[in-house]
């Protein structure tokens, strides 16, 4: 009985015999690179939702149900704000929040220098009376000398205080980057 090659059967002697011919000719070929770049910069996001944020006093009064944090009277919280990739430019603070009074919504990007305690501003937001609405604002970061992502000096975290009557939902850290790794 006769064996026929199939168009399979030869697709894979032809892939086989090309990487055996790879191999017995000596050529090697492997990535010694460790930085990939993009030519043009990719944008990127880091989430952090309601879930994430701590009370920054024990006597905080708040509900925490992981989509929204609701406050029975006025408190600030505090996130930490991680995966962000080394070198990366910070370009937008997002945050999605409800409210039913005049007192404004803050929050607040931030980072801490390790090597002296110094906390600076990177991105602040007041926000303002939404009927209720459940809403989303942005904060544009646009100061060159705060938007360099460096974690081997910096701890980045989020700070947000609201009153009574609001919810706050998350946010969001938008950043722009260049290469795959370093």
């Given at each position: 009985?006769?064996?026929?090659?199939?168009?399979?059967?030869?697709?894979?002697?032809?892939?086989?015999?090309?990487?055996?011919?790879?191999?017995?000719?000596?050529?090697?070929?492997?990535?010694?690179?460790?930085?990939?770049?993009?030519?043009?910069?990719?944008?990127?996001?880091?989430?952090?939702?309601?879930?994430?944020?701590?009370?920054?006093?024990?006597?905080?009064?708040?509900?925490?149900?992981?989509?929204?944090?609701?406050?029975?009277?006025?408190?600030?919280?505090?996130?930490?704000?991680?995966?962000?990739?080394?070198?990366?430019?910070?370009?937008?603070?997002?945050?999605?929040y409800?409210?039913?009074?005049?007192?404004?919504?803050?929050?607040e990007?931030?980072?801490?220098?390790?090597?002296n305690?110094?906390?600076?501003?990177?991105?602040?937001?007041?926000?303002?009376?939404?009927?209720?609405?459940?809403?989303?604002?942005?904060?544009?970061?646009?100061?060159?000398?705060?938007?360099?992502?460096?974690?081997?000096?910096?701890?980045?975290?989020?700070?947000?205080?609201?009153?009574?009557?609001?919810?706050?939902?998350?946010a969001?850290?938008?950043?722009?980057?260049?290469?795959?790794?370093?």
């Open positions: 009985m006769r064996k026929h090659i199939t168009s399979r059967n030869a697709a894979f002697f032809a892939a086989g015999g090309f990487a055996a011919a790879l191999f017995l000719g000596g050529a090697a070929h492997a990535i010694t690179d460790t930085v990939f770049k993009y030519s043009r910069p990719q944008i990127g996001y880091t989430m952090i939702p309601a879930s994430a944020f701590v009370p920054q006093s024990s006597s905080a009064t708040y509900t925490n149900l992981g989509y929204w944090i609701g406050f029975a009277g006025g408190a600030c919280f505090t996130a930490a704000v991680n995966n962000l990739p080394q070198g990366a430019k910070f370009t937008a603070l997002a945050f999605w409800d409210k039913n009074d005049t007192d404004a919504v803050t929050i990007l931030a980072r801490m220098q390790m090597s305690h110094d906390i600076g501003t990177i991105a602040l937001a007041h926000a303002g009376d939404t009927t209720g609405q459940y809403v989303g604002a942005n904060v544009k970061i646009a100061d060159a000398s705060l938007q360099t992502v460096d974690n081997g000096h910096y701890l980045y975290f989020i700070n947000q205080c609201m009153s009574s009557t609001e919810h706050f939902w998350g969001r850290v938008a950043f722009t980057y260049t290469t795959a790794g370093n």
